[in-house]
């Protein structure tokens, strides 16, 4: 009897491990299926949606401002709703749009800030931003420029600056035109190994250059250091994580700022981390190029002279030691020692100048009566 019972399990269990493994076959077949059909639709939306956009991206994000000082540009929502049948109309037709284009709409040009992804087409998901201050036409704007081989100020307006203003970029104001540079104080332009700064601009702020723009161009002699040892201030350096004080900090300040002068003790920040040039060779105002050593070993404390700008350090410097003792033992900042140095430029003020001049009147109109007298 166990031994019927045991085979008859065993035949069962032989009997159901059978119908398992032939029933998997159909139930792997169905959901290779099922994933195909999925797979497929997926497929089709994607070609549909590009065939929608041309093949292009979707913008997820789009700032535009009025170009102008324009006082029916409206703020806010009310410029959307200006905006807004221009919008749909490029909507529609997916046309590309990025930075610096225009869009014209009721006698107001509107300007595309900036776009996320870099270009794209409008969607349903676009967002859409309007805040903001419109937009300037330059009235004059000054441009430097250095590199490895030295122009003069006619071969750098003809060579750089004129082509860039050249096309489809001509300046605001040319006929049939459809994008604008978007230019900005302390913006670097790269043409090749020469690099074009914009030094001002007249307004201020976010603008373009028109046909009435005056330019001004200049080659900049400043030269490069050969050695340069920027510091950290000990306090701000983070200590939550380990870091790399010249790959996370320094490297990518200078990359943002390769216009940048620096000189010894000149101060600058990054990321929350203070910094201080030391020590540069040669001991003048200089950039920081290809070919500088850069030394970053070490760290500074925060103290008070540590912390002055180079003017004012200078300033200091020349007063007798023990008024510097006093000034810098003190618990004064940077500021306050400024607050403290100022009287020093304004010279006599106006109420001392009176003073003076009355008092030369009254010996002059003295002596005038002593001759008199005599």
């Avoid at 070609?47 to 093949?55: W, Y």
């Avoid at 700032?63 to 029916?72: A, K, V």
């Avoid at 900036?114 to 967002?127: H, M, R, S, V």
Wanted: hydrophobic share 35%.
């Amino acid at each position: 009897m166990e031994r019927d019972s045991v085979e008859a399990n065993a035949s069962s269990g032989a009997s159901h491990e059978q119908d398992s493994a032939e029933a998997t076959p159909e139930v792997s077949q169905e959901q290779d299926s099922a994933e195909a059909t999925r797979s497929d639709s997926q497929e089709r939306d994607s070609a549909e949606a590009d065939a929608l956009s041309g093949g292009s991206q979707v913008l997820r994000r789009l700032h535009i401002l009025p170009l102008g000082e324009s006082e029916n540009c409206g703020s806010g929502s009310s410029r959307f709703e200006r905006l807004s049948p221009q919008l749909m109309q490029l909507r529609n037709s997916q046309e590309i749009v990025q930075a610096g284009k225009l869009v014209r709409h009721d006698g107001t040009d509107f300007v595309v800030i900036k776009a996320d992804p870099a270009d794209g087409t409008l969607g349903p998901e676009t967002d859409y931003y309007t805040d903001g201050h419109p937009v300037v036409s330059f009235e004059k704007i000054q441009f430097s420029a250095w590199g490895p081989t030295v122009l003069s100020k006619d071969d750098l307006f003809k060579q750089l600056v004129k082509p860039y203003f050249k096309g489809e970029y001509s300046p605001y104001g040319a006929s049939n035109q459809k994008k604008v540079r978007l230019l900005y104080t302390n913006q670097v332009i790269k043409f090749g190994e020469v690099s074009l700064v914009v030094e001002a601009t007249v307004p201020c702020g976010l603008g373009v250059v028109s046909t009435r723009t005056q330019i001004f161009t200049i080659w900049d002699t400043t030269p490069e250091f050969q050695k340069v040892h920027i510091v950290p201030f000990q306090d701000t350096l983070p200590r939550a994580y380990n870091f790399n004080i010249f790959a996370d900090y320094l490297k990518p300040y200078l990359n943002a700022n390769a216009h940048q002068k620096f000189e010894v003790n000149g101060v600058f920040s990054y990321q929350g981390v203070q910094f201080k040039v030391v020590a540069c060779e040669p001991e003048t105002t200089a950039r920081i190029g290809k070919s500088t050593m850069i030394f970053c070993e070490g760290t500074l404390n925060p103290s008070l002279r540590n912390l002055l700008p180079p003017a004012l350090l200078a300033e200091i410097d020349q007063l007798p030691v023990g008024l510097q003792t006093l000034l810098l033992s003190t618990e004064r900042s940077a500021r306050g020692l400024e607050d403290v140095m100022a009287p020093r430029r304004q010279g006599i003020s106006a109420e001392t100048v009176q003073q003076i001049e009355r008092s030369a009147k009254k010996q002059s109109s003295g002596k005038y009566r002593d001759s008199e007298e005599v």
